[in-house]
């Protein structure tokens, strides 16, 4: 091809145009890290015809939806009021359900949702059942079916909150949950998946060190909470959040993990310590920028897995932001690169018909 002769006058245009498009770049970079970002405790996530939903923390369950993960509108919240048992169980309750987790089943979503109040083991999880997450279908439509399991003050060492539901390869669906008192815990359901099976199999997943004399109605220095149980090739993975949530930038919030080959345990870290005598490998600590990360969730989305969780950025006055993060593995564990704090960034978008 012959070689084209270049005018000054087109060297100009030229130049023009490329700065034109670097302007433009730069002004798309800004317009992203502006736009307002999802704040949010405690994501889980569920697809449905090919649609991301997202549900958290909040008055009446917050959730969210999205077609590309990162785009996401507030679609509203599961219970225009709370449950009707909640002050019965709870008296302190103050209408915000705590950590959800959702998982289909035979057509149908199971979302389990937590009853408390800070600082105290009056507590339940309850769970509610719809046949889509679609708001504009005729068939949505959230049915209550109450509580699951309750945690009493002097008659248990635990705390009924934090959900996560894993099916075993019988099929057989069990509960982990928990927060600080005795560590996290795991209990078998019917296969209703609604209820505890009988006679109830309980195990204990990971705990740590609580001072043999302190008060049973106390959660103590037992910074643990939040399991989440994964299963991939030939191990069940169980990630758990330590240290402290919710305090902006004093959070010291931080995530480990252990693994198994049956549900049940138990789970060892690498260095083959059983979490229920307080071993775990740190997966992710926070950062300068994000002091605070945890409450995760995993899932595998195209053929990729990715851990959703919370953070807390220091640049905002410690506000808690949606984060995700793709996982890798290497020798059977799973790895993830810090820099995915600051490369995932959510965008929160106008509800259609408000643009």
């Avoid at 490329?18 to 307002?36: D, Y």
């Avoid at 035979?106 to 708001?135: C, H, M, R």
């Avoid at 195209?302 to 890798?328: C, I, P, R, T, W």
């Amino acid at each position: 091809m012959p070689a084209m002769r270049v005018t000054p006058k087109t060297a100009l245009k030229r130049h023009l145009k490329m700065l034109n498009c670097a302007l433009l770049g730069v002004l798309g970079t800004l317009g992203q890290a502006s736009a307002k970002q999802v704040s949010i405790h405690d994501p889980v996530m569920a697809k449905e015809a090919g649609q991301y939903y997202l549900f958290s923390t909040g008055p009446g369950i917050t959730y969210y939806s999205s077609k590309d993960k990162i785009h996401w509108e507030l679609a509203g919240r599961v219970f225009e009021t709370e449950p009707s048992w909640a002050k019965d169980v709870a008296p302190e309750f103050n209408g915000h359900l705590w950590a959800p987790d959702i998982i289909e089943h035979n057509g149908l979503f199971y979302l389990y949702y937590s009853v408390s109040a800070f600082g105290k083991n009056t507590s339940a999880i309850g769970v509610t059942v719809n046949k889509t997450l679609d708001k504009n279908s005729k068939e949505y439509q959230w049915t209550d079916k109450g509580i699951v399991i309750q945690s009493v003050p002097n008659r248990d060492a635990w705390n009924a909150i934090d959900p996560n539901i894993i099916v075993d390869e019988q099929g057989t669906p069990w509960m982990s949950f928990g927060s600080f008192w005795q560590g996290l815990k795991l209990v078998k359901l019917n296969p209703d998946f609604i209820s505890i099976s009988k006679p109830e199999e309980w195990h204990t997943l990971a705990k740590l060190e609580r001072p043999a004399l302190l008060g049973e109605t106390e959660p103590g220095p037992a910074e643990i909470e939040a399991p989440f149980i994964y299963k991939k090739d030939d191990y069940y993975y169980l990630f758990v959040s330590y240290g402290l949530c919710c305090r902006g930038d004093d959070s010291t919030y931080h995530l480990a993990v252990g693994r198994t080959k049956t549900v049940t345990g138990p789970y060892l870290d690498k260095e083959g310590k059983d979490m229920a005598q307080g071993g775990g490998s740190v997966l992710l600590h926070g950062t300068k920028a994000w002091p605070g990360l945890g409450h995760n969730s995993v899932y595998a989305f195209d053929g990729k897995d990715y851990l959703v969780f919370h953070a807390y950025e220091s640049a905002d006055n410690g506000l808690q932001k949606l984060k995700m993060a793709e996982l890798s593995w290497r020798q059977g564990w799973p790895e993830v690169d810090p820099k995915a704090l600051n490369q995932y960034q959510s965008v929160l978008v106008a509800p259609e018909g408000t643009k």
